[in-house]
């Protein structure tokens, strides 16, 4: 997964923010981008397959919105 160096600087910044607050924890920023690299990689393709399928539930709707479309364009028969 790649991200961009401002959003990567946040979620480091974020996760030193955590350990400070919610576990009384300094740490630095090599900690907290290693900590944010092993989640990335754990959570990684769990969450990918969980978009794919939230897009196949939304190309499943849709679908079912232009067939019902279709339907409407029938002529009628004779």
Do not use: W
């Not at 959003?7 to 300094?26: N, P, W």
């Not at 393709?45 to 939230?54: C, G, R, T, V």
Request: aromatic share 10%.
């Amino acid at each position: 997964m790649k991200m961009k160096r401002e959003e990567k600087d946040q979620l480091i910044s974020a996760i030193q923010y955590y350990f400070e607050t919610e576990r009384g924890e300094e740490i630095g920023s090599i900690g907290a981008e290693g900590f944010l690299d092993f989640m990335t990689k754990e959570l990684e393709p769990y969450l990918y397959n969980e978009a794919i399928k939230d897009a196949i539930k939304v190309v499943k709707e849709r679908m079912d919105t232009v067939e019902d479309e279709l339907y409407v364009l029938e002529k009628p028969k004779r």
